[in-house]
């Protein structure tokens, strides 16, 4: 079931350059300017950690510590398919609950 508040995040290249989405039910953001880098998936490296950060921050609506970020990178960015993503909102934050619970 849909809400208003639900939003999901969109990872595609667009002409070889990564761009990230924040789409929700009735709008669709670019994650951050054009030209940043954002990497992901098994060749994301410092890239994928950018992009953690950017996700992660969008989410919970704070900056999370480096380690937070190195975390999700490894842990959930790594394993993307290069060629795009789509990750719930809800399901970064299920995520951050538990890795800051530990």
């Known amino acids: 079931m849909e809400t208003h508040d639900s939003l999901i995040y969109v990872g595609r290249l667009e ?3 990564p761009a990230v989405f924040a789409v929700g039910a009735t709008s669709v ?3 951050h300017p054009a030209g940043l ?3 992901w998936g ?3 490296g410092a890239d994928a950690e950018e992009l953690a950060r950017a996700l992660l921050t969008d989410a919970s609506g704070a900056e999370p510590p480096t380690d937070v970020c190195r975390r999700f990178a490894e ?3 790594s394993r993307l ?3 795009g993503f789509a990750l719930q909102r809800d399901t970064i934050r299920a995520w951050l609950r538990r890795v800051v619970t530990v």
Request: glycine share 22%; charged share 20%.
């Open 15 to 17: 002409g070889g350059c």
């Open 29 to 31: 953001e670019r994650l």
């Open 37 to 39: 880098a954002f990497g």
């Open 42 to 44: 098994a060749d994301g």
């Open 75 to 77: 842990q959930i960015l």
């Open 81 to 83: 398919p290069s060629d």
